[in-house]
């Protein structure tokens, strides 16, 4: 029994083609951390997210971005993780 929906994906980039295998994500970062600017985080998102849709499994990735927030899980990102787990995972 799977219980993790998994996807393969090929991805090519600068002509190396290589195979990804994409489960269940949830990702979550601080508007504010400075080891991840913002501006690249959404970018990657966006692209992250059209993988997953264009793989028919666009409800197996989701990101929470937390405003005037730093390098932190903070409750409200934790909280997300669960719900994700909660809804995705087989109970068996």
């Known amino acids: 029994m799977e219980l993790i929906p998994q996807i393969q994906h090929q991805v090519s980039q600068s002509g190396t083609s290589i195979t990804v295998n994409i489960i269940l994500e949830?990702?979550?970062?601080?508007?504010?951390d400075t080891g991840s600017p913002i501006?690249?985080?959404?970018?990657?998102?966006?692209?992250?997210a059209e993988?997953?849709?264009m793989e028919g499994a666009p409800d197996n990735f989701t990101y929470f971005i937390e405003?005037?927030?730093?390098?932190?899980?903070?409750?409200?990102?934790?909280?997300?993780?669960?719900?994700?787990?909660e809804r995705n995972l087989k109970k068996g």
Do not use: Q
């Open 51 to 53: 993988v997953y849709r």
């Open 67 to 85: 405003p005037d927030t730093g390098h932190v899980l903070s409750e409200a990102m934790w909280n997300l993780v669960k719900e994700c787990f």
């Open 26 to 32: 949830n990702l979550n970062l601080g508007e504010k």
């Open 39 to 48: 501006e690249s985080a959404r970018r990657g998102i966006d692209r992250i």
